[in-house]
């Protein structure tokens, strides 16, 4: 099965600390989590117009939730944080969020 750049990339993640890198160049995203290093940059490539410098990736473990009787744990993902390199233009999406 062939993943387009939109099912790569589900959604980007906006955090104080997420927020603090894009002065770094680094921007957060949540992603598949059967993608790899290589299709995680060329969907950003792709999606913003950008070129990628680096991808660091980590699995997320789903955090212990309550409500009322009921318990359990929300699912498992994947954060990407994606450095830009030097030449590249920024993501206009998260400069208005600065």
Same mark, same amino acid.
């Given at each position: 099965?062939? +993943? @387009? *750049?939109?099912?790569?990339?589900? +959604?980007?993640?906006? =955090?104080?600390? &997420?927020?603090? $890198?894009?002065? #770094?160049?680094?921007? @957060?995203?949540?992603? $598949?989590?059967? *993608?790899? +290093? #290589?299709?995680? *940059?060329?969907?950003?490539? /792709?999606?913003?117009?950008? +070129?990628? *410098?680096?991808? $660091? =990736?980590?699995?997320?473990?789903?955090?212990?939730?309550?409500?009322?009787?009921?318990?359990?744990? =929300? &699912?498992?993902?994947?954060?990407? !944080?994606? =450095?830009? @390199?030097?030449? &590249?233009? &920024? !993501? /206009? #999406? #998260? /400069?208005?969020?600065?």
């Amino acid at each position: 099965m062939i +993943k @387009t *750049a939109q099912d790569i990339i589900i +959604k980007p993640i906006i =955090t104080e600390r &997420s927020m603090e $890198n894009i002065g #770094f160049r680094k921007y @957060t995203f949540k992603v $598949n989590k059967d *993608a790899n +290093k #290589f299709e995680i *940059a060329k969907a950003v490539e /792709e999606l913003f117009g950008v +070129k990628v *410098a680096k991808v $660091n =990736t980590m699995n997320v473990k789903g955090h212990y939730k309550r409500q009322g009787r009921s318990e359990g744990y =929300t &699912s498992d993902w994947k954060k990407a !944080i994606v =450095t830009l @390199t030097e030449s &590249s233009k &920024s !993501i /206009e #999406f #998260f /400069e208005g969020m600065v």
